[in-house]
């Protein structure tokens, strides 16, 4: 049965409810958004003459909701307009809607019995055939289903989204006894294809698999951290970004989620895991339950962990001490095996060198890995058969870079034995066997595609579902065609070859350069395209601000003036070779990344792409054909009876205000991305193969080298004395600073292609011309060097 999803019905407007209808909503899907109808009037609606049977306050809760989600930061949604795709209504007034939908989602409190009423009603008015899952992240699945129909429970079962929806990849599906193969095989596919997610197959066990591993990882801190003798302060440095784990860490996550619900979650364990070998690590310890008794709850308190307090004007952040109870400035957490992991860029090296470590930092380590790879040992198969399920849901649901038998690996599985050994840590009797079959690691790349050990065999199987999925991390050694220093270049097969970056956050500098240049030499002679990739966190931070200011402190502005002029050269051969060239960009995509974005035949961006030009922060304009590009873009907007002026200024003002997309769909709209011409993908997973598909189509389709534009339509003094004018207003108005003015003025002089006397047509390379004289002496400025020598060595944004 083909089944497709063109409406979703989605119970429950809260937190969770309102924000996977964004999602819904973020991919193109109707969304039907309902809660209940208050029973009260609010003060305003009084004051308004309102009744309790007026549709404005039947539809209160949902639509205060979703006003509420739509205005949170970060946004649940890719862009403003997609909201039109929602709408909202009341369980009296509109529940019968429902039988239009192809899902209907539950995501109402964490009640079984109102959940169980709120099923029932569902099953009154659905349509026969229809999915029914619910939102729950922790009770029983099963438990849902007594009295519903056989179609009911044929199409039910648990799908967890993990919040925020958007940015936390991971969904948990937790079938019934009852559920039917091909609805579990739906929710895999669907989850993953369309919402970008990690689908994870899950079996009805307390909290599942995230929540079971990831609340034990916390609550073993709680339990461990005075014995450890370590701050608040010192946890949360040692256990976020080191270990490849989001900057919020252990104490910031719980005051971001919420201690009570955390707690709850705990609870729920002690309760229902009575087997659980480290079930006394769920009990809430005593300064734990003297915060909730205090209702330190975190953010939604106002103080959990951590406490911003204002004095003298200024905002301070004090950490709680768990000695005392008591609100302590931060001491600046130093530990030498800290110190000396920083230059190790590689995190599976990094984790092993930080497990070694001789100091406290090191002693932590071993006593959270240690413990945190007996219990997910244990938990073999009780709540899943394959490990890779476990790391699967600890990455795409905590935000960790390694899962738990990934950073076994990482240690070695001799070195995890040994120290278990000297710290009395126990494993089950499959880990044990391991070492008699001379088993040495838990995953290996085999013919291109990730294996995983199976517990049961002691063999090696594929990991299903990753046959029709394209990854540089499985691409065997034998097809890297060429590399250096920050670059590789791979055959990818079908004629096309990828280039990625290794540099440190991706930055564009001279061995990028030479990579993509390479790149283009061996396409134009023996491949029929190129992709520019990389599964690095970041797709590219932009252009090597070091190197540039090195060169301009130094003086070296003949150094400069080439460096420049072959970034140049390199974007403007991206463009003008005789084959294809499509980027993949994701995440961070800022500056000379997102300038080489503008110059390539296609871009298949992540719905996750951060893109911009922002160099005016560091005191320059964008010196690798970004600005030219604009000028082109704007010339390329241009229509008979259009006040031009306006289009120079959205152009300008999206360089000058160094606008970064919140989403690859908003890069559309400040102009980024080319509608029509490049894409938007929400799979990670899918990113790369669709990307080397879009250059394969394009060559197939016979594939042109394109003839640089000479017929560039710029405004001149036309448009200078707009840009001129409004510059000096805002310095005047103190808006803006000198320099800024300054910067201003020359971004203007580029895009208006300078002084000349009247708008008329210009060649693309008098554009760069004129770009890169005016990079050249905004560098030979102080200023631009002192906001140079800012961002290196603060990383802040100096406005001087």
Known sequence: MRRTVKRVAVLGSGIMGSRIACHFANIGVEVLLLDIVPRDLTEKEKQAGLTLDHPKVRNRIVNDALTTALKSNPSPIYSKSFATRIETGNFEDDFSKISNCDWILEAVIERLDIKKQ???????????????????????????????????????????????????????????????????????????RFLGKTTVLCKDTPAFIANRVGVFSMMSLFHNVKKLGLTVTDIDKLTGPVLGRPKSATFRTSDVVGLDTLVRVAQGLEENCPNDEAKDLFKIPDFIQTMLDNNWLGSKTGQGFYKKVKENGKSEILALNLNTLEYEKQDKSKFATLETAKPIDDLG??????????????????????????????????????????????????????????????????????????????????????????????????????????????????????????????????????????????????????????????????????????????????????????????????????????????????????????????????????????????????????????????????????????????????????????????????????????????RFLTIGQAKVSTSAEEAFELGYLRKGIDEVEVSRDHQLKRAKQAALQLFENGYTQPIKPKNIKVLGKEGLGIVYVGAHSMKSGKYISEHDQLISEKLGYVLCGGDLSEPQEVSEDYLLDLERKAFLELCSTRKTLERMQSLIKTGKILRN
Not at 162 to 168: A, D, I, S, T
Not at 381 to 407: T, V
Not at 559 to 581: C, G
Not at 589 to 610: M, N, P, Q, R
């Open 349 to 650: 090296k990094r984790t092993k060198h930080l497990f070694l470590g001789k100091d406290k930092a090191g002693e932590f380590y071993q006593n959270i890995f240690l413990s945190l790879f007996s219990y997910v040992a244990h938990r073999i198969p009780e709540i899943s058969d394959e490990i890779y399920k476990i790391d699967d849901a600890l990455k795409a649901g905590f935000g960790w870079e390694l899962g738990p038998f990934e950073a076994w690996d990482a240690i070695g599985h001799g070195t995890v034995l040994e120290h278990a050994t000297k710290h009395k840590v126990s494993f089950p009797d499959w880990i044990k066997s391991l070492t008699a079959k001379g088993i040495t690691e838990f995953y290996k790349v085999s013919g291109g595609k990730k294996q995983y050990l199976d517990h049961s065999s002691l063999d090696y199987k594929d990991i299903p579902g990753t046959e029709d999925r394209l990854s540089l991390s499985t691409i065997s050694d034998d097809k890297i065609i060429w590399k250096n220093s920050g670059t590789t270049i791979t055959d990818i097969g079908d004629g096309i070859i990828n280039v990625a970056f290794h540099t440190k956050m991706n930055t564009i500098g001279g061995e990028v350069i030479a990579g993509l240049n390479k790149a283009i030499d061996l396409a134009e002679k023996s491949y029929k395209g190129v992709v520019i990739s990389n599964e690095g966190q970041n797709f590219s931070a932009g252009a090597n601000v070091g190197m540039i200011f090195m060169m301009a402190a130094e003086q070296e502005y003949d150094e400069l003036d080439f460096a420049i002029r072959s970034f140049q050269k390199t974007m403007t051969r991206l463009r003008y070779s005789s084959i294809p060239v499509v980027a993949a960009p994701h995440q961070l995509t800022l500056g000379g990344g997102c300038e080489l974005c503008l110059h390539v035949d296609k871009v298949i961006a992540h719905a996750e792409t951060y893109m911009g030009l922002v160099e005016f922060g560091v005191g320059v304009i964008p010196g690798g054909g970004g600005t030219k590009e604009f000028a082109l873009r704007t010339a390329q907007e241009f229509r008979d009876g259009d006040i031009k002026i306006n289009t120079l200024r959205n």
């Open 118 to 192: 709120v099923f029932e009603k569902v099953e009154q008015y659905r349509s026969k055939g229809s999915l029914v899952s619910s939102n729950t992240s922790g009770i029983p699945i099963n438990a849902m289903i007594a009295d519903r129909s056989d179609d009911f429970k044929k199409h039910f079962c648990g799908t967890h989204f993990f919040n925020p929806p958007r940015y936390l990849k991971l969904l948990e599906v937790i079938p019934t006894k009852e559920t039917a193969a091909e609805v579990i095989d739906f929710h895999m596919h669907y989850g993953n």
